[in-house]
């Protein structure tokens, strides 16, 4: 059998780690990150700050223009490029083989301005280089979002009525991930096996994101800051905001997985990143099928009909050049989860 991946891991390693040196606190690393600092690939690049297992990251991120759209009269033509990101963060000790987790700590919406944005050529029902038709593309249009921190809520403006409403501030990493396997860079539009653009509210305060280490010090990035967004992101942008960041990294040596997952206290998720819909929701349950046979002992079989009684499905985005789905399951469907594997077992 596979070594078994358990949540718990990265807790008791922190732990271990905090007895080995004392129980001290763990280590603070702060981070500014510039528009003259960003990346726009997940890839190999200098790391711009190195992390040990339980240190926590305090940072921030740029919304997904640079921060450059500011006013109603200005365009995307200000844009330098597409999900500027934060990073790389060298993550001590962290080789091909583990997985890195990041547990979120704390988001907050860095201004008192969202921004949305129609852009020709994207979006999930309009025309675009997959999906080519006749018809001219849709107009570029802008909306800005007033954020109003006390009531925690951003407010939509219609363009062409006096129409608004207040949408509930959710904030998340749209962007977040390590470098991909075998060297390659990809870009920070691309949500793949290495996390990346996977526009996922469940990238959210106090759930903890798992990847797959594919290189020394894992390398990891985030940005593309959300302050809400609907199932499916379905014009094309979330509510676009920067944000100020705290995280905590944990490693899980010598356990691998093959997709990024997401834990919550209720429940366990995992993604499927690819086109057609249906091979990334393919995707999404084997690995939770997998998930459930390695940490609670269910049979793969077991595993597959409880799913198809209680599993819930979330579809992230249908805008980029993969497709995001979540499966999940909560975890009071599920037995007691094993103890954690030793190393080799």
């Given at each position: 059998m596979p070594p078994r991946l358990t949540a718990l891991a990265p807790l008791i390693l922190s732990l271990s780690l905090a007895g080995a040196a004392g129980a001290q606190q763990p280590s603070v690393v702060r981070y500014h990150a510039s528009i003259d600092t960003v990346k726009y690939l997940f890839g190999p690049a200098p790391p711009v700050a190195h992390l040990k297992p339980g240190d926590i990251l305090e940072t921030n991120?740029?919304?997904?223009?640079?921060?450059?759209?500011?006013?109603?009269?200005?365009?995307?033509?200000?844009?330098?490029?597409?999900?500027?990101?934060?990073?790389?963060?060298?993550?001590?000790?962290?080789?091909?083989?583990?997985?890195?987790?990041?547990?979120?700590?704390?988001?907050?919406?860095?201004?008192?301005?969202?921004?949305?944005?129609?852009?020709?050529?994207?979006?999930?029902?309009?025309?675009?280089?997959?999906t080519p038709v006749l018809n001219p593309d849709l107009p570029e249009r802008i909306w800005l979002y007033d954020i109003d921190h006390a009531a925690n809520t951003a407010t939509f403006h219609a363009h062409d009525s006096p129409f608004t409403a207040r949408i509930p501030l959710h904030p998340f990493f749209g962007c977040i991930g390590v470098a991909p396997a075998g060297g390659e860079s990809r870009s920070s539009v691309v949500p793949a096996e290495f996390g990346g653009n996977m526009d996922s509210p469940q990238a959210s305060v106090g759930n903890t994101v798992y990847f797959p280490v594919n290189t020394p010090g894992a390398l990891l990035y985030m940005g593309d800051g959300h302050a809400a967004m609907g199932d499916a992101e379905i014009a094309g942008t979330a509510i676009e905001v920067p944000l100020r960041a705290r995280v905590q990294v944990s490693l899980i040596k010598h356990q691998r997985i093959e997709w990024p997952r997401f834990e919550s206290a209720e429940a366990i998720m995992t993604v499927g990143a690819y086109r057609p819909l249906d091979d990334a929701t393919r995707i999404a349950f084997t690995e939770l099928v997998k998930w459930i046979h390695h940490d609670y002992g269910l049979s793969e079989l077991d595993a597959y009909e409880l799913l198809s009684q209680v599993a819930v499905v979330h579809l992230n985005e249908m805008v980029d050049p993969n497709f995001v789905v979540v499966a999940s399951i909560e975890k009071r469907y599920l037995p007691a989860r094993r103890p954690p594997a030793s190393n080799g077992d």
């Open positions: 991120t740029l919304d997904c223009f640079g921060n450059a759209i500011q006013k109603p009269t200005d365009t995307l033509s200000m844009v330098r490029g597409d999900n500027p990101l934060t990073g790389p963060f060298y993550i001590e000790g962290a080789e091909p083989g583990d997985t890195l987790a990041v547990r979120i700590l704390d988001l907050q919406v860095d201004g008192n301005q969202g921004v949305g944005a129609m852009v020709g050529g994207f979006g999930g029902i309009s025309s675009s280089k997959y």
